[in-house]
């Protein structure tokens, strides 16, 4: 794709690390809008832009332009917009394509499927791009688009779209949920958090390796009901519950079978 | 620690990283004793050592042994072992050190937080280890022969070990089980769970940085029941009870509240 003009709406996390990325590919950043002028000048000034602060000041001639603010204020942002010449995308996981019609005949959707925090860098080309549009043609472009700063560009619709986020929740918000049950239970013998790192961190390379059911260890794979309840009985009462379930959960899946007087 | 001699007892995945780790500290593997000659001839080959396959072989004269066996096996091991001069370690997070009582005055326990796998190259220098012995002596031998292969040496005794081994099972065996569980809902959209790798690695990069719940994201962090519905509408059963019951769980520790109506 031969330098694509791209207009930024929003200066926040994904709008930084995406508009760095496209303008290191060569893009060319046309504008940055953000209603803080502040943040408009710095996203802008970082990445050769011009900042503006009004919807109605962005440049409809642009090849893109990319939606980049929380959820909820997608749809409000595609009303106010002026009509586009170009493509309007957003790159939001749970906010339907078609909130974007609104600002342009030609509307898609490009969807990194990582998680971006001020000050921590990341490679953007190897984060998975999920992207959508409303025909054909557009789709390629979005492709091509999202080829220029990503090795990893996948298609999702509405329908398959919410399958990654239950994904990302199960495989990421609930663990992250877990190391802090585990901190607490460290914390009370007197350990940090980070002697579990190297253990962590090998747990997952297997997962991602060799597949997460053949990488299954632990008590509840190998039906040790005596260490589960011992375990169990360490832990305060939701987190006894919940490690009772997954511990269960666990039996099931790998058909692990116990006496019924050992039932958790 | 000056070049100290160390029986192993054993050849299975823990024997063979820790044996080849401390030939390569500079420590002399005198005999690795396995019931299976082939095994043990095969690990004893590769450290300089002599396989044995009766514990009555064992050199009593050695500075350590080191019984790296299953769990259920250590007692036994302990009990059949000649007598020894040296210390007497197991390496098992769920063993009581008195076991090895049979088998020397001077008795410890060298555990190693992490996971080992034949055939997946391990750095041992970062892996923890948590020590325990007899006295305070014994104690200090433990630990300087753990410090001839890791930066990370910290103690643990049956009180605080049980710690250590819940707080594995929460990070470890039950985020696998989860990404188990994200592999079926992606494969039910056409995606491969490596899509899922950037994610769960900066969500694990982000919690050992930052803190787990400074780091915790989702719709559950956000109180947003609606996605939380909709997730679990997706699951099978199970793990839709484990999806709400992990929701209610972070919601509790974070103190979102939710209408009555909205309750899961």
Known sequence: MEAPGIVFIG???????????????????????????????SLAGSVGAIAITE????DTSADF???????????GVAERLPHMDGIVLHTSGSV???VLKAASERVGVLYPLQTFSKGRALDVAKVPFFTEASEAEVLESVDSLASMVSCSVHHADSSTRPLLHVAGVLACN????????????LARGGYNLDVLRPLVQETIDKAFTSGADSAQTGPARRGDMHTIAMHASILPPMQAEIYNMLSRAIMQRHNIIVNEQNKL
């Open 174 to 185: 609930f663990p992250n949920y877990l190391l802090g049950c585990a901190a607490d239970v």
């Open 96 to 98: 339907p394509m078609e």
């Open 11 to 41: 200066s926040g996390n994904v709008a930084c690390h995406l508009a760095r990325a496209f303008k290191d590919a060569g893009a060319k950043i046309v504008q940055v809008c953000s209603r803080t002028a502040a943040n408009a000048e």
């Open 55 to 58: 919807l109605s000041e962005v």
């Open 65 to 75: 332009c990319i939606i980049c603010v929380g959820d909820s204020a997608v749809a």
